[in-house]
Nanobody
Framework: QVQLVESGGGLVQAGGSLRLSCATS????????MGWFRQAPGKEREFLAA????????YHATSVKGRFTISRDNTKNTVYLQMNSLKPEDTAVYYC????????????????WGQGTQVTVSS
């Protein structure tokens, strides 16, 4: 089993930055891909970014490319999402996810999910 715990969410003004962290534990050696998603009230869950644990290759959704950056530190078993130039429409619960499969597309399924961390951007 794999456990994921997100942290770093909070309230920030528009234009500000936040860095989310996702600490992983358990059978982390079985993981290939780590991803970040978000879900705003009344909206579907949205893929934001993914990173390959071994190579560090990254993939970002067009909607956040240039503002959000995913990274990983395997020595700490932690994945990060740096979010800059935040907008009120970025307000959502942000989730970390993990998969034992290599990344193919933004529609890939993930086996493990964190509990989410709230990000609120005020105007």
């Amino acid at each position: 089993q794999v456990q994921l715990v997100e942290s770093g969410g909070g309230l920030v003004q528009a234009g500000g930055s936040l860095r989310l962290s996702c600490a992983t534990s358990g059978r982390t050696f079985s993981l290939n891909t780590m991803g970040w998603f978000r879900q705003a009230p009344g909206k579907e869950r949205e893929f934001l970014a993914a990173v390959a644990r071994s190579s560090g290759a990254t993939y970002h959704a067009t909607s956040v490319k240039g503002r959000f950056t995913i990274s990983r530190d395997n020595t700490k078993n932690t994945v990060y999402l740096q979010m800059n130039s935040l907008k009120p429409e970025d307000t959502a619960v942000y989730y970390c996810a993990a998969s034992p499969r290599p990344y193919k597309t933004a529609l890939d399924p993930y086996d493990y999910w964190g509990q989410g961390t709230q990000v609120t951007v005020s105007s």
